[in-house]
């Protein structure tokens, strides 16, 4: 299709039918930035309510960052075989444990 149908009413790009990643805060789409809301939640309460493994501060706290990495890759990494957001894959691999089955033997 030509550029001119994939541009709404405001001849603004539309991000669903053009490819373009629609923008929430910053550089981020909404799921990416709930994702990472999420991971810096967790971390902050991992880092209040953990005490410091090592004596060094930095690498003291390290396991504090492990909800945010998880996150991250929630959010930015892609399964291979899918061409899906690992969130997605995830989900639906949720939902189809606990779908309703039905068997076909006695």
């Known amino acids: 299709m030509k550029e001119k ?3 709404g009413l405001m001849g603004h790009p539309v991000p669903y039918r053009s490819g373009i ?3 929430f ?3 981020f789409s909404f799921t990416e930035s709930v994702w990472l809301s999420i991971g810096l939640y967790f971390t902050y309460i991992l880092f209040r309510y953990t005490p410091q493994l090592l004596p060094d501060p930095a690498l003291g706290r390290l396991h504090t960052v492990i ?6 890759f929630m959010a930015f990494a892609e399964h291979p075989e899918m061409k899906v957001p690992f969130s997605t894959f995830v989900l639906l ?3 189809h444990y606990y779908r309703k ?3 076909f033997f006695r």
């Not at 909800?67 to 991250?72: D, E, K, M, N, V």
């Open 67 to 72: 909800p945010l990495a998880i996150a991250a």
């Open 25 to 27: 805060i910053g550089k």
């Open 21 to 23: 990643k629609s923008r």
């Open 93 to 95: 691999k949720i939902k």
């Open 5 to 7: 149908e994939y541009q």
């Open 101 to 103: 089955k039905q068997f």
